[in-house]
């Protein structure tokens, strides 16, 4: 197995610009295949999807190709697998559509690690219902959210739990598949944001036992929409507003409107780039897609623990990130320092760590951050040796000349 970062870097037109990125979490840079993916879907004759002329015939194999290149992806059936705008509105939409079957009474779980796209969705939903909204915390000083965290929620009444596949913000990876078992045997649902994870760990979201999991190409390399992953049967289950004229169909029928058919042509170009990554050339995609996630795990855990190490010699400075199992994204605060003074020192050298909640609010809250949250380093496919090096001198001078506040 060969990881070629050098050819990885030079298929990526953005790099060339010079900077160090350490926001993968908050979306990836885009490799030439993804980009030609796109232009060629706009180049050829393109409409509604049918089978008589070049443009419907054009349409519909592209997503066709699509929900096969993420099925790929996911471990999924490619008949459950929809695009949305966004994993956000893909769940909101299944939030209104799985509330509609809530009584008064009923319960849903939601954590405190989730990014709020996790959690706010559910929430409106139970109050519209008259459903109770429970809230599983995490521990701060560990970051860990265990399966007892979720145990601790679940009754009879509960109808649903919501919990994220690894934190944005922390890394932190729950245990979903424990969690998923519990879940089911308290008879409910189980809705997964796999929005960070999918980047950084290979996926069976049939293994994971995930009713629902969402996630968005554009975390790795792809375009900028969500897709969901659920069996086929289950979402033949559920009646989600639509309009009359519009297929009724699994999965189309929680497909509004035209989809973004340009997108879907760059999302299957993505999962067959990350499906070269791991130098297997031969087999199925789904093979040499887990021999490019061993590759990218690998690459990107030696780069965490050089950061790390890096880190922890420079004074002053809180690591936030401590699971035990975590994606190689670390939440950093400064002692007498602000974290945007921070970015903006390391923004002047042309390296980009952002600080924010990263709308992971309820966590930032939960570890003592507030509103504020903090720097966030966030690994990738291309991160290189010389960018962390970058960041870390970045960083050592930033506290030389930047004096601590008393």
Known sequence: MTYDLTALREAIPALAAGTAHFDGPGGTQTPRPVIEAVAAALSRPLSNRGGEL???RHADTVVVEARRAMADLLGADPAGIVFGRSATQLTYDFARTLAAGWQPGDEVVVTRLDHDANIRPWVQAAERAGVTVRRADFDPVTGELTADHIRAQLSGRTRLVAVTAASNLIGTEPPVAEIARLVHDAGALLYVDGVHYTAHAPVDVRALGADFYVCSPYKFLGPHHGVLAADPELLETLRPDKLLPSADTVPERFELGT???EFL???RAAVDFLA??????DGDRRSRLAAAYEAIEEHEGRLRARLEKGLAALDGVTVHSRAARRTPTLLITFDGRRTEDAYRFLAGRNVHAPSSHFYALEASRHLGLGD??????GLAPYTSDEDVDRLLDGLADFLKETPAAH
């Open 54 to 56: 070049p443009g419907e």
């Open 259 to 261: 989809l973004p058919y």
């Open 265 to 267: 042509a760059g999302t």
């Open 276 to 281: 070269g990554l791991g130098g297997l050339p």
């Open 372 to 377: 504020t949250g903090g720097l966030r380093v």
